[in-house]
């Protein structure tokens, strides 16, 4: 059950990394550098969102781009940005010097021709249905409701019935060192105890010493001076 919750616990932790990750360096391509395709080590990651290059590839796929490719060939997929300065990924029909003209699959007419310069990356792989996954992990709703339940998670993982945070192996193994310190300390005080109670036996220190007995003086009554003059009085009278 240990072995489950340590495996639990190290997945849902790792998600949450990768998702806190990526989130913030969408941010800060996008708000710092300025780059409508953020790109790690010259590969980007685009989301299909329509069926022009279907059975190839199809809506919700999540394809890969390798923007440092220069070398472009009668038959490659490449993504490059249209007249609109969106983001199309089509098949290249016909290259003629610095223009291109392509055409997706699934379709019967051609695109108008484009300048070379207009490519954005060409398509290396794709994976197929984790574009809408990747979508849904920009929208920062999603990502604090993931966030949360991870956390949520994590915390039921890690705490016992009593809500009390489950030890690890490290935390139970220095537990256990402070008890055999704590044991060894009092064995100790008690060795010390014993020791010294024996040397004053050996010395005579515990004899018992004859308790002095106090004894309590009865003191005459003083007469009130008060009453002695009202005597006089009266005897005066």
Not at 67 to 87: E, H, L, P, R
Request: some cysteine; charged content about 30%.
């Amino acid at each position: 059950m240990k072995i489950v919750k340590k495996i639990i616990l190290g997945t849902v932790s790792t998600i949450l990394g990768l998702v806190l990750i990526f989130n913030l360096y969408n941010i800060f391509c996008l708000k710092v550098l300025h780059q409508d395709l953020p790109s790690i080590g010259g590969y980007a990651l685009l989301e299909v969102i329509s069926g022009s290059m279907e059975p190839t590839i199809k809506i919700g796929d999540l394809i890969v781009i390798d923007k440092n490719s220069q070398d472009y060939a009668q038959g490659d997929i490449v993504t490059f940005t249209d007249v609109n300065g969106s983001f199309v990924t089509h098949r290249i029909k016909k290259v003629q010097k610095e223009k291109m003209i392509t055409q997706g699959d699934a379709n019967n007419t051609a695109d108008e021709a484009m300048p070379l310069s207009s490519i954005v990356g060409k398509y290396v792989f794709k994976l197929s249905g984790l574009g809408k996954i990747i979508s849904a992990l920009k929208s920062p709703l999603v990502s604090i409701m993931i966030l949360a339940i991870g956390i949520l998670i994590c915390f039921l993982v890690s705490t016992d019935k009593n809500g009390d945070l489950i030890p690890d192996e490290d935390t139970k193994e220095f537990k256990k060192y402070l008890k055999k310190k704590a044991k060894e300390e009092r064995q100790q005080k008690n060795k010390m105890q014993e020791f010294w109670a024996k040397l004053k036996t050996k010395l005579g220190l515990n004899k018992n010493k004859p308790k002095r007995v106090r004894r309590k003086v009865k003191r005459k009554k003083r007469p009130n001076k008060g009453a002695k003059k009202k005597k006089k009085k009266n005897k005066k009278k």
